[in-house]
């Protein structure tokens, strides 16, 4: 057991600062390498001879395959990518225990090679069903136990949702948080900390991994039954602004029906047509003995890394990690209209989206994508006094190298006139909560982005 | 101006009767005839000399082609069988309109080639993607404006529901009921009916068609904003206990999380692996001039027919279109627990399905398939006095040729002690309206049941 560990756990109002010694701690109490090798050198991989698609030697985590997409959204448009098809249905899941009434959510500092700070605070278990089933031989995943065993917990949130759809195909992970009643020790590695020391620490770059913060989204700024009350009343200002709009439905600028007819005339109308390539045959990617890239040198790269590790369930593997060629922007454009804090929607459509179109931020700059970006002004001349949220926030680091994405809120003064244009509506923050209870609605940049607000702490 | 459809749209209590009468006016109004014909002999349709998969010389409409199933649920199983592609989402709409405040629907006597009476009661629009674009050539969707104009209706209802995933490869129809206060003039073979007429003309056979039960399951029993309240209040008994189980969330024997985790559970561990295959190279398939079907003549076949009407978009038409080999059941029981009537609800896997799993009634008998069938006996040996509905209803008649299933709600005693096995669990109506609202939740077997239920009838 951690010193370190057990004396955060019992400081209740543990500063930022805390968990990121916490976490700077664990990082030097491990060893880790991070190398790019050649693809062709990837042990355990191979690279099929008449595609060129890379795959495990057992079939299993993931495969890079080649993508023809034909999308009639927002306009008309072909283009071809890698893309990462991971069929499997993997974990990300929370425990949570009251402590003297209060939740804490127990953190794993985890190491993933695609971090560029290399550990960050982690679900409890973030496992792939190859992970968990034990595909690689390795050791057994820690606390799995209390998110099987429903004897051990009671569940507090639990739904698919889907990763990166300008990346991933089709890809979905079970989002989960319990609440076990049992005593549950806290190995060295892992931490118990309140909602509130997580939304703090999501003020920091890169401190709190996006499998965390998806996991986090679900939990509503209201509060509720299992939720139990916020952690601090909102004092005024933003704080108050956010929790009002997170509990009004149906007093939207939209009804809950018709923000519900938007996206079903948008996916009725919306034609997209996804076809797998052979990965060797995309018009416009080559590939050397490094990378897999665009004869550009824009959007991403695929290349090859091997780890070394003493802290994973294994100590060393090599895999192929998509490498974006820039950082990303995700934000959410905020206002006052009639009266409530909206939020501006975008429906997107991507090519590994598993429903047609999810519903993203207001702006979400795929590097090398979608030029022009709509309101991308916005976010890069925002008034600093009209800035509710910055930091850099890192894309998932088992699957993407040193991807980040400034994450943005900006509020609009109430007086600006700003009418939804097409594949855009204004919701309110209950309106986003009720969707985000149900599959394939809200994407991943856009949950990201909600588990950064944060109504429990005035200092917002 | 229809006289018939005058006079039955001023007649505020017209009984079934007239519903009938109608209805088989209608069908005497217009010349049609349906026979069958060899597959090779359909015009406009093509067998590729490789796969032998049908497809319409246009690339549109669907296509039949061959499927390679791999479940690991409810048990691991391999099979193979044909499958209807159709990857457009056509429109299944309602025009609705209050008439001295009271809503009324506009429905059409529509004949569609396979059904049992070729007349039956369907949306105002009931169109495929190909239909409305007009790809075949064919006159202007009548009403259609309704539906695509936001300035001349309201939405009552907009949400994309699938269809039977037992023989469509994620076949999916918007499902939308508007509301207009224009003036709208009833074409002959339409007709303005009450929700009241409709629920009455659910309990005759093969009267009201799959698209418009399954358009019309979006009408919550507890009425709301856009429906006003139930025809009639309910009058104590059966009625009343839907009623209450309509409005009742987070009362029944699972919490509203709790559902929505057991379904995500399941959909994280149960594995579906789908493949399309050459039609002619399916294991235990054979095909002649007339049809492709099993060895064992179980399951369904594939014929083809020739249409004659004159009352069509199009004069006249062939097409391919599956034929059952036997009526099927669908079928819910339903229980008063803890004071709250419940829906025995099953987590069914099929092949064609959007989302693993979809949510089923409690026995949902395909014919030829899934032997045993758990929970069949309540339905076969039924005492008369625990039947809530009982009723035979067809399947879509634009793709199935004579697809009936008996449709039936069998109430057991509240002392019967039944607890949900692996895959099933008991819901309220409310939760399972609350699911109806979301896409790739609730199957069309489900959907239509759930159409069936009244509680503005106290003689049910």
Known sequence: MSTGARTLASARDAAEADVVAWVGQRRKAHR???????????????????????????????????????????????????????????????????????????????????????VQLSPTVQATRSNYTQAHGGSRVRYLEYFQDRRRSRVLADQLQSEQGAFFLRKRNRNIIVETSEDVAAHEDFCWLTLAQLKRALKADNLVNMDTRTVLSAIPLTGGAQWGPATRPPAGGFAAALVESARARNRGELGDEEILS?????????????????????????????SIRRDDGRYFEVIGISVEADSREVGGWCQPIVRPCETG?????????????????????????????????????VPGMDNPVPFLEYFERAVPDRVRHASLQSEEGGRFYHYQNRNMIVELPASDSLEAPFGYAWMTLGQIHELLRYNNYLNVEARGLIACLNAGDARQ
């Open 329 to 365: 922007i995700a934000g959410f454009l905020v206002q006052e209209r009639r009266g409530v804090l909206h939020f501006l929607v975008q429906a997107r459509m991507e090519p590994g989206i598993f429903d047609i179109l999810e519903l993203g931020p207001t702006v979400q700059h």
């Open 32 to 118: 880790f390498s991070v190398r790019q090798v050649p693809l062709d050198a990837l042990e355990d991989w191979r690279v099929d001879p008449e595609t060129g698609n890379l795959r495990h030697a057992t079939g299993r985590f993931f495969s890079v395959e080649g993508l023809r997409v034909r999308a009639s959204y927002p306009a008309a448009a072909i283009f071809h990518q890698p893309i990462v098809n991971q069929p499997e249905i993997g974990i990300l899941g929370i425990l949570a225990k009251r402590f003297a009434g209060e939740l804490r959510f127990l953190m794993q500092a985890k190491m993933e090679p695609g971090n560029v700070n290399l």
């Open 262 to 290: 938007w996206l079903t005339e948008l996916k009725s109308t919306a034609q997209i047509e996804v076809q797998t390539l052979p990965l060797n045959r995309l018009p416009g990617w080559k590939r050397d003995a490094l």
